[in-house]
């Protein structure tokens, strides 16, 4: 094994993004799916072909997907199901988990993220601004109002942290009632009371929803495949952080 000198820098890499539907970049999408949530949520994704991370909602999504241009290798992604293509697909995937009445009587246009994830050699601020920053693009490119989407929380260690994780955000970022929606599997009871004085430090990604304005919608529901509590979160568009509108700005002028 070499090991580098503390001096030694490593150059900038140069990420792309692209929204796409073609077959072997939605399937590298796929794989990189299976290798984090198997390896980070010890997960049952019940996929027929070993290896991916593969369901019916994938063939009606747009998938965002970062790459490393030195390499080519795909590095995050994400998935957007537009209300339109949801219809078709028999709603969306978060339906499986909470109880989406209030959010069909919402005026507007309403799609769905969902599979996000990045390679853990590429979680940095800059993957994750320039996912999010394409995300905000595609929302005013195809006049959606509200994103909803699942953030999920692991329960490796029986549910302290995501019960701490889930009460914080519901103290400071609630959604109003008309976003409300209901669990359609509680969390597991805990054996210990929770540890409130222990911080409730948030994934990355739940973070960056909040950052960006998201709220959530209610309590968590249980997610017995990945193994994970979820949180159903909603954004409203034209409450995007002011740096990712001012970035989408720039890429529509330029």
Known sequence: MTVQSARTTRPARRLN???????????????LRFEVFSEE?????????PGLDADAFDDWCDHLVVTDEASGRLVATT?????????????????GEFELSRLYQLPGTVAELGRTCVHPDYRSGATISLLWASVAEYLVKHEVDYLIGCASIGMSDGGQKAWRIARHLQQEFLADEAFRVTPKRQLPHLTHPIEEDRPA???????????????????????????????????????????????????QQS
Not at 80 to 86: G, K
Not at 90 to 95: D, K, L
Not at 235 to 244: G, H, I, P, Q, T
């Open 201 to 251: 430090d948030a994934p990355a990604l739940i973070k960056a929803y909040m950052r960006l304005g998201a709220r959530v919608c209610g309590e968590p529901c249980w997610d017995p495949d990945f193994r994970c509590a979820d949180l159903l979160v909603v954004l409203e568009v034209n409450s995007l952080a002011d740096r990712y509108s001012r970035h989408f700005m720039r890429r």
């Open 79 to 95: 998935r957007i199901l537009h209300r339109a293509n949801a219809d078709k697909a028999g709603g969306f995937y978060s339906e």
């Open 41 to 49: 949520y010890d997960s049952d994704l019940g996929s027929c072909t």
């Open 17 to 31: 993004t692209v929204i796409t539907r073609q077959p072997e970049l939605v399937e590298a999408a796929q794989r």
